[in-house]
């Protein structure tokens, strides 16, 4: 059967009687060929079946078809004392490769899937020693993550958007200038549990009333305005995502905002299929960002038209309407709607 819990979609398969349950989602995925399959799978330690891990209750593990991953919940002895870890096993040329992740690193997504899961089993009334197991595995991933966190050398904000992160380090300055710490990738990839892989570094310069995007290049990007104020405006464009259609707001760069605040740097994280638009605000903008794959001709049709009126975003209250400044492009850049029709079907 299939059930939609918070926007992700399960087919549950049950084999009665052992307390084992297989959960099936597919949704978007613009990095790895749209349609991306994960399979997760909770199995009651008492049924003795070839894959049973002493030591634990449940067993669980998250296989990712599209890109050949397998997560595998294990307790290990580390130093005298067991400790909860995950596993991953991924395919490559040279065969399987293994290696471990502390809970503390462990991707979100994964965290997100055992959490829905949960929820799953609950609503479906399945076995109750699986549900504590997961919800007590989830919180444990998130202290650990916690204390991980406090160590960073920047405040890192969640903007609502599942894989977008606002990174904002400090600014140090004295007669000579200024500097600052964009982001440390290792950081980064704690942050997000995203493999965040530099492959190109990309600069623009823009004046007033530039407005660039939204652009949903199938890549991850770590972005910043080097100089200047800029205004961004992000949205979720991946059919499947928990946070499809949800819309984020953040200002780049330095300078005071029209409310009034004053911005002194700041970064984005932005995961594939998050689409980003820019607006120069101030005379001069530049800005940085580095991506986790090279440029290609097609990415100039993922693309959607910041005009949309449908997703009203209020560009003129911050540039008048006859001073903002678009691409051929970008002015014919399909709408919100259209756009995510055609990466459900495939065109």
């Not at 909770?42 to 209750?57: C, F, K, R, T």
């Not at 029209?258 to 932005?270: H, M, Q, R, S, Y």
């Not at 991506?291 to 209020?314: E, G, I, Q, S």
Request: proline content about 4%.
């Amino acid at each position: 059967m299939n059930k939609m819990i918070n926007d992700a979609t399960y087919a549950v398969t049950e084999m009665a009687g052992t307390g084992r349950y297989w959960f099936k989602r597919e949704f978007c995925d613009l990095r790895h060929g749209r349609t991306r399959v994960v399979l997760v799978a909770v199995e009651n330690a008492g049924w003795q079946g070839p894959d049973m891990i002493s030591g634990l209750s449940w067993n669980v593990s998250v296989e990712d078809r599209k890109i050949q991953q397998t997560w595998k919940l294990v307790l290990m002895k580390i130093n005298g004392e067991d400790k909860l870890i995950f596993e991953r096993y991924s395919k490559t040329r040279d065969g399987i490769k293994g290696e471990t992740f502390n809970l503390a690193y462990l991707p979100t997504w994964i965290v997100e899937e055992v959490s829905q899961v949960a929820m799953e089993m609950k609503q479906q009334q399945m076995d109750n020693g699986g549900v504590n197991f997961l919800n007590n595995l989830v919180t444990k991933i998130e202290q650990e993550k916690v204390v991980a966190r406090s160590g960073l050398s920047a405040k890192v904000e969640e903007l609502g958007i599942g894989g977008l992160y606002h990174i904002l380090s400090t600014t140090r300055g004295d007669e000579r200038g200024s500097f600052r710490e964009v982001a440390r990738f290792p950081e980064v990839e704690l942050l997000t549990g995203y493999d965040f892989v530099g492959k190109q570094v990309n600069h623009s310069f823009s004046t007033y009333g530039i407005l660039r995007g939204f652009h949903v290049e199938p890549w991850a990007k770590l972005v910043t305005v080097v100089s200047g104020l800029a205004l961004s405006y992000l949205i979720d464009c991946r059919p499947g995502s928990r946070t499809f259609g949800k819309m984020a707001k953040v200002f780049l760069g330095y300078g005071r905002t029209p409310e009034g605040e004053e911005i002194k740097g700041g970064a984005l994280f932005i995961e594939p299929g998050i689409g980003n638009s820019v607006l120069t605000l101030s005379n001069h903008m530049d800005y940085s960002y580095v991506v986790d794959d090279l440029w290609r001709p097609d990415t100039a049709l993922y693309a959607v038209n910041p005009m949309d009126p449908k997703l009203d975003v209020p560009w003129t209250d911050y540039v008048p309407a006859d001073k903002i400044v678009r691409s051929e492009r970008d002015q014919k850049s399909p709408s919100f709607a259209e756009f995510t029709q055609k990466i459900k079907v495939g065109k």
